[in-house]
């Protein structure tokens, strides 16, 4: 299947800083999505992009769909302990069907206090 | 509004035994998939059904088995147990496709001993 890079993998942060991870891939995606997943449950939908060039925002989230479609980066600004949780990009591919969605691994954030 | 509802929420196997996890979804979305989370795997897609009265393998399909009973329900079913199978499973539903964003529910929890 496709592959995404997401990075980095994991991130300890102190509370306030902001934090930036990014989703690259070597195919074109029509989509680029991003999740986040607390402890002991299921991804949730933070932010979808469906443009190249495409800035969205959603409070302290900012979500970028890559130019050359091939990538997307999201940013947090001045974390707070809440979070803490495993982030997943995933890009749906051009005319991709039912199960033309790639997941990357996931970025670990931990917030130290 | 219930979304997507797992059930069980732990189960523990010994080699060999067959069980199915179920998947209810109460927001008349089309599509349903049931994914795999491993550590450092990310999210992979065992089974997925389109639509009512359709299902299609996904990257990881070997070991498993689903039935899309009818628009809401979407099972999936282990028929002899392997240690391989310990893993966290999420179902999903989307409205039409991976076009429309994935709605998760909250996991299984399944050992195999």
């Known amino acids: 299947g496709q592959q995404l890079n997401q990075s980095p993998q994991s991130m300890f942060i102190q509370e306030g800083e902001d934090v930036s991870m990014n989703c690259t891939s070597s195919s074109i995606f029509n989509t680029w999505l991003w999740y986040k997943q607390d402890p002991g449950e299921g991804p949730v939908l933070l932010i979808a992009?469906?443009?190249?060039?495409e800035l969205t925002s959603n409070g302290r989230l900012t979500a970028q769909f890559g130019i050359t479609r091939k990538d997307s980066f999201l940013n947090i600004s001045a974390s707070i302990p809440s979070d803490v949780g495993i982030y997943f990009c995933?890009?749906?591919?051009?005319?991709?069907?039912?199960?033309?969605?790639?997941f990357g691994k996931g970025t670990h954030l931990i917030i130290q206090p | 509004n219930a979304g997507v509802t797992q059930t069980p929420k732990f189960q523990v196997l010994k080699t060999g035994q067959s069980m199915t996890l179920q998947c209810a979804q109460d927001?008349?979305?089309?599509?349903m998939y049931w994914y795999r989370q491993d550590p450092g795997m990310g999210l992979r897609l065992i089974y997925y059904?389109?639509?009512?009265?359709?299902?299609d393998k996904g990257e990881v399909p070997n070991g498993y088995n689903v039935s899309r009973l009818n628009k809401r329900e979407f099972s999936l079913r282990l028929e002899s147990a392997a240690p391989s199978q310990t893993s966290v499973y999420f179902c999903a539903s989307s409205l039409q496709g991976h076009n429309s964003p994935l709605h998760f529910g909250n996991g299984t929890r399944l050992t195999v001993t």
């Open positions: 995933a890009g749906q591919k051009a005319g991709g069907g039912a199960d033309g969605l790639t």
């Open positions: 992009l469906y443009k190249a060039g």
């Open positions: 059904s389109a639509s009512e009265g359709t299902t």
């Open positions: 927001m008349n979305h089309n599509s």
